[in-house]
């Protein structure tokens, strides 16, 4: 379980700081996938960076299954992070750079490929694995970058718009997978995106940051509802203008 | 971004397809070099490790030649004999020791060419865990082949120096026989090294396939072994800096010359061996798209 309680943080400016998150209060609870949307600059990232422990000016608690998050052992319990501004080992194949945490951890050569093969052939690695990230376009690099994430099956899992390299099909596609991993392996899971169909599809719950502050935390169904009606309204206060209040066709400005 | 845009990833224009893999031997000998090249220099610097003994004693050898020469000379009769007396001792002793050294070397290289098979075979290289893998498995046949290797060796140097040294002109053609051992053992020898890495056979199943191998591809085997070892060629330049530098170049070379004899053998084995036995192994490593279901694809 994550519990943001009562939870600043803030940014360095030239002169004093400024407040990136502003005193927000959050529960993930255990297997939950929550999704996080708002415009820029809303510190959808920074939520992501402080459950990391990489941002320094903090106040309020932040614990994770009851630890500090200062203090949790983030390898040993398996904590997953995705970017956008992945990174791979360059000088590594693919099979090496997704096996890296298996191995890293200690796991047996048999045991890290066959999960490697495996993960990889869902994310349609399986030929690329013998290649360097050199070769590959910048959305296999990031398909890449999801698998080693998610091979060593993480507790929690956090992605900071994944899937923002892809193209839409593979985008559907890759959605699917993730969604299906981590239900498998029950992470808890926050998904930060733009995409309000992909927060919808991805989590159970949204939230809605806007100038570091949580305006609104709803089912993904809620979520969704609101979109539909916001859609239609616009939509309706569009043509509305276009016609004119007596149906008379006019440029609106009036 | 800025601060790490010194590490920038590289990436391609472009997906990577399946179609894109190596479809030849020569392909993957181009790809794996083009990948890999710092990890095939840093396999030659291992090898150079492990026959640091061997060329530390050929070294030496040319040393003491030169000693002899600096110190006893070679002005009288007597003299000349002397000095080719212990330099003909002293390369003997060489060659007997070097039984044991290449013995030792085995061990070491029964792990690198489980490397190299993964490179040619275009599998997942876990250097450790391949190395060790290739020890365990394989030493005790690489062991048996370098000793019979380096006895073969011995008994070349010990002909060749008792024609040199004989007085008896029939004895002096002798040094054709170590010739002809060489001709008929090293290729062989060589497609051995390979059959050990890549079937499970006993020794002498794999001697048997790697002769009957030879007599088949006698010319192209020979040819294939010269051009693999070419940079040895500066073992035998008498200059003993560019010879001790050769020494170094040449075998920190070896692993590329070893993936592409190694590729050439598969090659081979795929015509004349897996064929008909172990038709799993024809091909692998080489991508065919006619045999590909395009299910893992990107």
Redesign the interface.
Known sequence: MIEFDDFTCYYKLKKGYGVALDKISLTVGDGEKVAVVGPSGSGKTTLLKCILDSVQYTEGSLTIDGTEARKYDKRKNGLAYVSQEYVLYPKMTVFQNIAYPLMASGMSFGQTEELVTDIAKRFGLFRLLTRKPKQLSGGQQQAVAIARALVKKPAIALFDEPLSNLDPLRREKFRKIIVDICDKNGSTVIYVTHDPEEACYVADKIVVLEEGEIKGVMSSKEYARALEEYKSTSAAAYGGEEQGADGESGDGED | ?GKISF?R????????T?DM?PTTRRGVFKDVVS?HFWTFVKLGLLILLLSAPIHLLACTEQIYVAYLHETIGVQTQEAAERVTYLSVLFSNIRAAVNIPLLMLFSVGFSGIMRVIRQYAW?????FK?DFITGVKQNFRQTLLLSFIVGLCAFLCVLIANTSYTAENAAVAYAVYIPMALCILCIPAAAYMTVCISVYGNTFLQNLRVSFALYSRTFFKSLFAVICSGALFITFFIPNFYVCFFGRIVGTVAVPFGMLGYYLYALQQLDKYVNVGRFPELIGKGL?EADK?SG????
């Open positions: 971004m590490f990833l590289k990436k391609a224009d472009k997906d990577f399946p893999l990948l275009e599998e997942n290289v876990s865990h991508y590909d299910e893992y694809d990107w």
